[in-house]
């Protein structure tokens, strides 16, 4: 029955949006070079692979608010065109300039236009977060890319060299080279956190807005994702220096290396709720001190 349900629920939607389905069909032939080279390197790209589940998260969560949007009026308003507008000029420009990143934005604000012109607010205000998640999966620019990934290389080697030596492993670092009296370490730019960062930091996201009604602890699990990130990243280079040094740099390839990735970001994220955990109690403790002391104070009024 439940499946049942489902399907008509499907149905009920798509009759009301159906207008907005055929758009966005037409959208994705608009847009249909654009989107295999998307997909192309959100295949091959291993710092932009969670795109590749990023839309059907997108789905979901409009999927989930099914019944809060047929609950809303739907009121067309012009506005929409401005968007639209600026969305196919992005798109042109980009597409003239072979500027893969503007090409890609165009897309989200020609899909915003959309829902603005044949809608309304209300409804683009109701799917503006999952809409604009999508930002995410676009991959950088590569001058802004470059721009993070050497400094993060220099931040991942200085940490990695510190827990090294804390373990009593002799090191020395030049640059992002980190040299053992064994053999020499080269952090490189798929070493340097940044694939960690932008998947963990993706997550941090959806995970705030599922698990976090308030703004204030959402940017608070924002701000915490960058330290937590660059810090599991150097416990992951501590760990292969430590095997190079004392076992073979043989064992600190391979397996390892896929495996302590994995494993590794699987840390930040299970010590980001955590601390998400954390928060909530010094809140809830926050709370319980005040109805304390409020309780105390009208205590002492006399009746």
């Not at 590569?142 to 400094?151: D, L």
């Not at 980001?272 to 955990?277: D, F, P, Q, V």
Request: with cysteine; charged share 15%; hydrophobic share 55%.
């Amino acid at each position: 029955m439940s499946g049942v349900k489902a399907g008509r629920e499907l149905m009920s939607f798509a009759k009301r949006y159906y207008k907005a389905l055929i758009i966005v069909a037409g959208l994705a032939i608009l847009y249909r070079h654009v989107l295999y080279d998307l997909a192309q390197d959100w295949w091959n790209d291993p710092d932009y692979s969670h795109g590749l589940v990023l839309p059907f998260v997108t789905a979901w969560l409009i999927w989930r608010r099914r019944e809060k949007l047929a609950a809303l009026p739907i009121r067309p308003t012009n506005s929409g065109v401005l968007l639209l507008i600026g969305g196919l000029f992005l798109f042109f420009v980009g597409d003239l300039g072979a500027e893969l990143f503007t090409t890609r934005f165009s897309l989200l604000i020609f899909s915003a236009g959309l829902i603005l012109f044949f809608l309304g607010w209300d409804h683009l205000r109701m799917v503006a977060f999952p809409v604009g998640l999508l930002v995410l999966a676009i991959p950088l620019p590569a001058v802004i890319f470059y721009q993070i990934t050497f400094p993060l290389q220099i931040l991942a080697s200085k940490l990695g060299s510190f827990l090294l030596e804390t373990s009593r492993v002799p090191v020395l670092r030049e640059g992002n080279v980190i040299v053992l009296p064994s053999i020499s370490l080269e952090v490189a730019e798929a070493c340097s956190g940044v694939r960690s960062l932008f998947t963990l930091l993706t997550l941090t996201i959806l995970y705030g807005f599922l698990m976090e009604e308030g703004l204030a602890g959402r940017l608070v699990l924002v701000a915490l994702t960058v330290p937590l990130a660059l810090f599991c990243n150097g416990l992951r280079i501590m760990g292969t220096g430590i095997l190079t040094q004392y076992v073979s740099p043989e064992a600190a390839e391979g397996f390892f290396h896929t495996f302590s990735g994995w494993f590794i970001f699987i840390i930040a994220l299970v010590t980001l709720m955590a601390l998400h955990k954390c928060l909530d109690w010094l809140r809830n403790a926050s709370v319980g001190k005040e109805v304390k002391d409020g309780t105390t104070e009208h205590s002492l009024i006399p009746t």
